[in-house]
């Protein structure tokens, strides 16, 4: 039994917990199904990933759990040549990011980075 299956079957009502949020089982599976329609819309087999840990960053990684996707997560504290490296070393399809928490050189560098992958911002 993989996490989605128990996520399934929880009786909770609240899954997950972010700081002083709480995260209901409905919230939680809207997330990901907005993940899983993107991708699937795109047919992505490698989809990169930069972001903070949160709703996003759970929703996308049970997104490419439930529909058998590479998700290749990269950190947050990279430079522009690491990520741009990182997409094109992975053959990354999608770049799913929170351009809110970028560094000043990846803000500055963003056309080099959509020029490996598409950029999909979380909002």
Same mark, same amino acid.
């Given at each position: 039994m993989n996490l989605l299956d128990l996520l399934a079957h929880s009786n909770h009502s609240t899954v997950l917990r972010l700081a002083d949020n709480r995260v209901s089982k409905e919230a939680l599976r809207e997330r990901i199904n907005?993940?899983? #329609?993107? $991708?699937? #819309?795109?047919? &992505?087999s490698r989809v990169g990933m930069m972001l903070c840990n949160g709703l996003d960053w759970v929703a996308v990684d049970l997104a490419c759990l439930a529909l058998?996707?590479?998700?290749?997560?990269?950190?947050?504290? $990279? =430079?522009?040549? #690491? &990520? =741009?490296h990182s997409l094109s070393s992975a053959a990354v399809q999608i770049f799913i990011c929170d351009t809110g928490h970028l560094s000043d050189d990846l803000q500055n560098n963003m056309a080099n980075l959509a020029s490996h992958s598409p950029l999909v911002p979380t909002k």
């Amino acid at each position: 039994m993989n996490l989605l299956d128990l996520l399934a079957h929880s009786n909770h009502s609240t899954v997950l917990r972010l700081a002083d949020n709480r995260v209901s089982k409905e919230a939680l599976r809207e997330r990901i199904n907005h993940y899983k #329609q993107r $991708f699937e #819309q795109r047919a &992505v087999s490698r989809v990169g990933m930069m972001l903070c840990n949160g709703l996003d960053w759970v929703a996308v990684d049970l997104a490419c759990l439930a529909l058998n996707i590479c998700l290749i997560p990269i950190p947050t504290f $990279f =430079s522009s040549q #690491q &990520v =741009s490296h990182s997409l094109s070393s992975a053959a990354v399809q999608i770049f799913i990011c929170d351009t809110g928490h970028l560094s000043d050189d990846l803000q500055n560098n963003m056309a080099n980075l959509a020029s490996h992958s598409p950029l999909v911002p979380t909002k």
